[in-house]
């Protein structure tokens, strides 16, 4: 119980992953994802983590705004190059 107050970050992280990867709700499919990012988090503790020093650095919100920012302008020129791409062929 220890290592999830002090490395509570990695956890919550895979967490927010897991609902990310599998879209679903349900109560079963929460406690899977718990289970499962807590079984990930403790057996990563040795990689990520060395003597009471995390070696896992959180992102700060404005470069994450900005990367957001970025990558929404990436995919919004990708989609257009693609019908524009379909429209030329035709």
């Known amino acids: 119980m220890k290592f999830?107050?002090?490395h509570y970050k990695i956890f919550m992280?895979?967490?927010v992953f897991w609902f990310l990867l599998t879209?679903?709700?349900s109560i079963q499919n929460i406690l899977v994802g718990m289970v499962?990012?807590?079984?990930?988090s403790?057996?990563?503790?040795?990689?990520?983590f060395e003597?009471?020093?995390?070696?896992?650095?959180g992102v700060k919100g404005r470069k994450l705004f900005?990367?957001?920012i970025k990558l929404f302008g990436a995919i919004f020129k990708s989609a257009f190059e693609y019908v524009r791409n379909v429209l030329v062929r035709d």
């Open 66 to 68: 900005f990367y957001f």
């Open 4 to 6: 999830f107050k002090e």
């Open 13 to 15: 992280i895979m967490v």
């Open 42 to 48: 403790v057996s990563s503790k040795r990689i990520l």
């Open 51 to 57: 003597e009471d020093q995390s070696l896992f650095k």
């Open 36 to 40: 499962v990012s807590a079984l990930v």
């Open 23 to 25: 879209m679903d709700f």
